[in-house]
């Protein structure tokens, strides 16, 4: 997995807490860190998709794995 600055984890949350949570999350940050997000809901893979694309943050990575959904984000 790629490095990353911060940690979420959204497990057990369903729309739109995810993406609020990451929201929040990535507006603490530095431009050019990276956020890793952790979540079980199936409706985040689309969701973190068109966020990325909404605020212009670049999606590196997203992948299912155990039953987890895994998420780098790179802030703009």
Do not use: W, Y
């Amino acid at each position: 997995m790629a490095d990353f600055d911060q940690e979420l984890d959204a497990s057990g949350l369903n729309c739109p807490l995810p993406i609020l949570r990451a929201k929040k999350t990535l507006n603490a940050m530095a431009s050019g860190q990276v956020l890793h997000i952790v979540a079980t809901d199936p409706g985040s893979v689309k969701d973190f998709d068109a966020f990325a694309k909404q605020t212009g943050n670049e999606l590196t990575e997203s992948r299912e794995e155990g039953g987890k959904f895994h998420f780098l984000i790179k802030k703009s």
